[in-house]
């Protein structure tokens, strides 16, 4: 089955720098890669996503990259704020299924 | 906005007792999933449900799981007799469609302690 990794597992960035987090994954068959941030008390909510006709994908302060032949996807956050200190999480789904596989999450704090 | 919601947000339950964590998906979305995450670890999948059936389910469904929409709003994950190793978060979440073309909406999340 899928297996996806994610680092680092703990990021601290001052405020107005960027950020990065990296994810790989195994199933050569996945095509869709999603982000989902979590606040404390919350479920994970989509902040972007990318498939795998597509190399980059970008949203304001947001954007995604996505290497298929290195199977590797990342997150960019840009001008970083204090609200967007949360756990990142990145996932995987194949075209035949529905369903998702997470790395296993990284903490973001952005100290103002 | 449209949410979906859990209740309870927390459940403290005794080993080999039933539970029967609750949601309510957005009400025009038509796959509904369950997720959980033990503290500390991955999210991880547990079941995919459509057409008033199991599309997907992981290793981790065994016997002790169902799940059920039993009046068309709700969608329920029932653990029979739960063990220690269940108490986690647990997350039930929707799309419109397949998760490959639609963003999956999650809950807040139900607590699950097993003590």
């Avoid at chain 2, 009400?27 to 199991?54: A, C």
């Avoid at chain 2, 220690?84 to 419109?96: R, T």
Wanted: glycine fraction near 6%.
């Amino acid at each position: 089955g899928e297996n996806v990794e994610q680092h680092p597992s703990t990021l601290s960035v001052q405020e107005g720098d960027s950020a990065v987090i990296k994810c790989t994954y195994s199933d050569s068959a996945s095509n869709y890669f999603p982000w989902y941030k979590q606040e404390l008390g919350k479920g994970p909510q989509l902040i972007i996503d990318i498939r795998s006709n597509v190399g980059e994908k970008k949203d304001q302060r947001i954007a995604v990259t996505l290497n298929k032949t290195a199977k590797h996807f990342s997150l960019h956050i840009t001008e970083t704020q204090p609200e967007d200190s949360a756990v990142y999480f990145c996932a995987a789904s194949p075209n035949a299924g529905n369903m998702l596989t997470f790395g296993g999450g990284t903490r973001l704090m952005v100290k103002p | 906005e449209p949410e979906v919601t859990q209740t309870p947000s927390h459940q403290v339950t005794q080993m080999g007792q039933e539970v029967i964590l609750r949601c309510v998906p957005i009400s025009n979305h038509l796959y509904f999933y369950w997720y959980r995450q033990i503290l500390g670890q991955k999210v991880e999948f547990l079941v995919s449900f459509y057409n008033n059936e199991i599309s997907e389910k992981s290793e981790i469904f065994d016997d002790q799981f169902s799940v059920e929409r039993p009046d068309g709003s709700n969608f329920t994950l029932k653990i029979r007799s739960t063990k220690l190793e269940d108490s986690a978060m647990y997350f039930c979440a929707s799309s419109l469609r397949a998760v490959l073309n639609t963003e999956a909406f999650f809950g807040q999340g139900t607590r699950l302690t097993v003590v």
